[in-house]
Each structure stands twice: as structure tokens, then as C-alpha cells.
Nanobody, 119 residues
Framework: QVQLVESGGGLVQPGGSLRLSCAASGIIFSTYDMGWYRQAPGKQREPVATITSGGSTNYADSVKGRFSMSRDNVERMIYLQMNSLKPEDTAVYYC?????????????WGRGTQVTVSS
């Protein structure tokens, strides 16, 4: 059974920092591209940061220079270090594991963790 479990969300003041974590189980973690997505109230889910199985990262323009994503293939974890947080970063943040193998798409999601940036 595939499980992605996010943690680390919470309430933080503007300019503050948070570190999100996602623990994966039930998958061959090292073979998956991983991602962080977020969904704010009334908005569609959007990609925040992704990291390939080979370790290459990509960031949404809105978070470049402020957020940093990493992965630990031994612990089967991904992380999102979020600095200089803004109120517009408020959203539920979701962990995603994705790959395509032999024409079959594998797409798994966590349940999300709430991040609220407010004074």
C-alpha cells in the first residue's frame, strides 16, 4: 500500500520559515520523480517544486530563491525548506510521487499539510 505522509505545516508570520517533510512507503522511492504542490482556497492545485529521480530540481517562479527542495533516497523522504514566507504562500501543501514505466503512469498523493502565513 502506497503512503505519502506530509508533516511540518503550521502557522508562521510573514518572513518566517517552515520545513515540510514527506515520508514515502510502499513504493520504490528512488525510481520516482517527487513533487510538492499546493492548493489555496478557491484556487486550483499548482506545482511548487519538483525533483527528478536523478536529483534535478525545478521551482515555480513564485518561490524561486525562497524555497528549496531535497530528497533522501535512503530514508525515502523529501523536504521543502520554505524561507521568506509570504501570505500568498498560504495553502495546503501536498506531496506527490510520479513515474511512467512501460507506458503505465504511477501517480500518488499525500493528504496534505496546511501552511498558513499570517501576522
Amino acid at each position: 500500500q502506497v503512503q505519502l505522509v506530509e508533516s511540518g505545516g503550521g502557522l508562521v508570520q510573514p518572513g518566517g520559515s517552515l520545513r515540510l517533510s514527506c515520508a514515502a512507503s510502499g513504493i520504490i522511492f528512488s525510481t520516482y520523480d517527487m513533487g510538492w504542490y499546493r492548493q489555496a482556497p478557491g484556487k486550483q492545485r499548482e506545482p511548487v517544486a519538483t525533483i527528478t529521480s536523478g536529483g534535478s530540481t525545478n521551482y515555480a517562479d513564485s518561490v524561486k530563491g525562497r524555497f528549496s527542495m531535497s530528497r533522501d533516497n535512503v530514508e525515502r523522504m523529501i523536504y521543502l525548506q520554505m524561507n521568506s514566507l509570504k501570505p500568498e504562500d498560504t495553502a495546503v501543501y501536498y506531496c506527490n510521487a510520479y513515474k511512467i514505466r512501460l507506458g503505465t503512469q504511477y501517480d500518488h498523493w499525500g493528504r496534505g499539510t496546511q501552511v498558513t502565513v499570517s501576522s
